[in-house]
């Protein structure tokens, strides 16, 4: 049998068993995230050797860029305006005051730690380690014992941030001469990769939503070839942007919202379709309790069915990207470890995400443990690890080795530990929230 048999019989093997066993680790510390990126170190060159890059990167790359198109898409597609205006002000702090401070620091920080890289290559750093994932964070950000505010407010942030990260990724990059980005020049980038794919992906996305919505209306569509409909427009958004040389990831960002929007100019209750799932499942995985035959929630917070398909297409590719991350940039990673990196790893998921939080949220009536769950519940996940893996490509960032390392150790530590650390302080955090309520002595602002 050949490598590349054996590696996909690996994989599928990994995917199966979890899959079997998903319900009943959804409510312990061992998250999937955990279990995919174990495995793939297992499968890697540091052990089995089974999956690695011996064969070139294009399908890893491929299956990266995938991954994250459908899920900026799914997320993008799934906020709606009033996230940001009903109890809006704890995600427009996170988005936009630490956000920005989160890469100010963790650019301020790799300075000292990470010597022999440029000004613009820490910026990068920076950058890349600033978007959020809250499927590695699953269980703290959707217990129901967490008030409602805080799940929806880190939700609605890791939905957005990291869509909101690429126009600095591609800018920090366009600045470093010889890179892909910067042989379109300043102008030329913020033309094509941020203008231009923003129109095209908007244009995209409203027409699909528009048209999907017309022909739901005349009963033209059935509800699995409509679940369908959504990632071809995803691929679209994506494609039409790298046809200009612009930014896929950016076009299938803007272009999930102007989807989003566009479907939900129809009532839910018009829907003849059943809802499949949700971005952020509840706790122990359960899928919402509706009746197939019925139809879906009629809740105007209920998520469209259509996006039921690509929502869970997106997390299993999600899944298999944490698996390929593990085989082929943390394990090697592992035999190279310097105290620099782990140092600068562990201020990333503490210092780098928690006083800029600090920072966003003075003043906002919060009291300091839930400042201090919403500023540890920062972990770095799938957008990190396809923009460190994007950053490889190019050959003429001089630092590029260092980079990679630092983004794996800080993904891989995140891994675990926000992993381990979910079910306990959702758990611990949910019962002070439910003290200080019954107490009246004062609860989180709401």
């Known amino acids: 049998m050949s490598g590349e048999a054996w590696a996909g019989a690996a994989v599928a093997g990994v995917t199966a068993a979890y899959a079997l066993c998903s319900r009943r680790l959804a409510s312990s510390p061992v998250s999937s995230a955990m279990v995919f990126v174990g495995c793939g170190i297992l499968l890697g060159p540091v052990a089995l050797d089974i999956v690695d890059l011996k064969h070139g990167s294009e399908p890893i790359i491929a299956l990266l860029e995938a991954a994250l198109t459908l899920v900026l898409f799914t997320d993008a597609m799934t906020v709606r305006r009033r996230d940001l205006r009903t109890d809006g002000f704890l995600p427009a702090r996170l988005l936009c005051v630490g956000l920005p401070l989160s890469i100010g620091a963790g650019w301020l920080l790799a300075w000292p730690l990470l010597p022999g890289l440029t000004l613009w290559e820490l910026a990068l750093v920076g950058a890349v380690l600033a978007p959020t994932d809250a499927a590695l964070g699953k269980t703290a950000m959707s217990s129901p014992r967490v008030p409602a505010l805080v799940r929806h407010g880190l939700n609605v942030e890791s939905g957005l941030n990291d869509g909101m990260v690429l126009p600095f990724f591609v800018l920090f990059l366009a600045v470093i001469p010889g890179t892909s980005a910067a042989r379109e020049g300043a102008s030329g980038v913020f033309w094509r990769a ?44 994506y494609a039409l942007a790298l046809v200009v040389n612009g930014s896929g990831f950016i076009g299938a960002w803007i272009g999930g919202f ?78 190279h470890l310097s105290w620099r990196v782990v140092g600068y790893a562990v201020l990333s998921l503490t210092v780098v995400r928690m006083v800029p939080v600090a920072l966003a949220l003075a003043g906002s009536g919060l009291r300091g443990p839930t400042v201090a769950y919403i500023g540890w519940f920062g972990p770095r996940g799938l957008a990190s690890v396809v923009l460190g893996l994007l950053l490889l490509e190019e050959e003429h960032v001089q630092g590029v080795e260092l980079m990679a390392r630092v983004v794996a150790v800080t993904v891989g530590l995140s891994v675990l530990l926000h992993g381990v650390t979910a079910v306990a302080l959702a758990d611990r955090y949910g019962a002070w929230h439910d003290k200080v309520r019954t107490t009246g002595a004062g609860a989180p602002r709401r």
């Open 194 to 237: 941020l203008v231009l794919s923003s129109v095209l992906g908007f244009l995209v996305g409203a027409v699909g939503g528009l048209l999907l919505r017309a022909a739901r209306s005349r009963g033209w569509v059935s509800g699995e070839w409509a679940q369908l409909f959504v990632p071809a427009v995803a691929t679209a958004a």
């Open 258 to 335: 102007a989807f989003g929007s566009a479907l939900r100019r129809i009532p839910a209750t018009q829907s003849r379709f059943p809802t499949l799932g949700r971005r952020f499942p509840t706790v122990e995985g359960r899928l919402p309790d509706t009746d197939p035959q019925e139809g879906p929630d009629p809740s105007p917070d209920a998520p469209d069915p259509a996006a039921g398909f690509t929502e869970h297409l997106g997390e299993l590719l999600a899944s298999l990207s944490l698996l390929v991350f593990g085989a082929v940039l943390l394990g090697p990673t592992l035999e």
